[in-house]
């Protein structure tokens, strides 16, 4: 059971470039989330899913898009980087109903030059 | 609205005991948590409270709710240095959006010998 699992670690990315941060669970939870966290910051949720096929906007969904085609996996897609948008990425998960845990993933941190 | 507050640093000396506060807006929160984020890592559950308890206790770990004040704190006794970590407070919302957790600022506690 590898819990929740997130790539890149690490990633550089240039003003206007692209990319897709990978998040996969294994537990068959129907909960997925996006956060992100600027040092010395709490969590902002960015996106998030209740099952395949359903994403909903978190606080800050401006910039990001996501996709939920299959329970394990909740990919969160940059499409035009920006400088604000340096930060550590992190994805979790959570079985469905409340006073469930949150699962998180080790985080993928990304700078944007 | 839901909000979480807390406060941002606390510093204890090794073997004292460590209290974490934390305020909550919303009055229909169903369950309350705290999670621990150590260097480099994502969040891990430490322990979490219904709405309906007072108390908690769990080893080292004593979690207290005054549901009236919407105030929850997290007392750890004996406080050792790889208690050295991030706590978040967390809130289950009531109503629909019992499928998010909001999380606070984290409070970075730091421990002297």
């Known amino acids: 059971n590898a819990g929740v699992t997130q790539t890149p670690k690490f990633r550089i990315l240039k003003i206007g470039q692209s990319m897709t941060l990978q998040c996969t669970q294994d537990m068959n939870h129907n909960y997925m989330y996006w956060y992100r966290q600027d040092p010395g910051m709490g969590l902002k949720l960015i996106y998030y899913s209740v099952g395949a096929g359903i994403t909903d906007k978190g606080e800050v969904p401006n910039g990001y898009n996501v996709s939920r085609s299959t329970t394990e996996d909740f990919p969160l897609r940059l499409e035009l980087a920006a400088p604000s948008q340096t930060s550590v990425y992190f994805c979790?998960?959570?079985?469905?109903?409340?006073?469930?845990?949150?699962?998180f993933g080790p985080g993928t941190r990304l700078t944007v030059l | 609205g839901e909000d979480v507050e807390q406060s941002l640093f606390l510093s204890v000396r090794e073997g004292d005991s460590s209290v974490i506060n934390c305020t909550y807006t919303d009055s229909s929160s169903t369950y309350l948590y705290w999670y621990k984020q150590e260097p480099g890592a994502g969040l891990q559950l430490l322990t979490y409270i219904f709405s309906n308890m007072d108390m908690k206790q769990d080893q080292r770990l004593t979690v207290l709710l005054n549901k009236k004040d919407k105030h929850l704190s997290l007392r750890i006794a004996d406080t050792q240095t790889g208690d050295s970590a991030i706590y978040f407070c967390a809130e289950t919302p009531g109503g629909s959006s019992a499928s998010k957790i909001i999380f606070g600022s984290g409070t970075r506690l730091s421990i002297r010998p």
């Open positions: 979790a998960s959570m079985a469905s109903g409340a006073g469930n845990e949150q699962f």
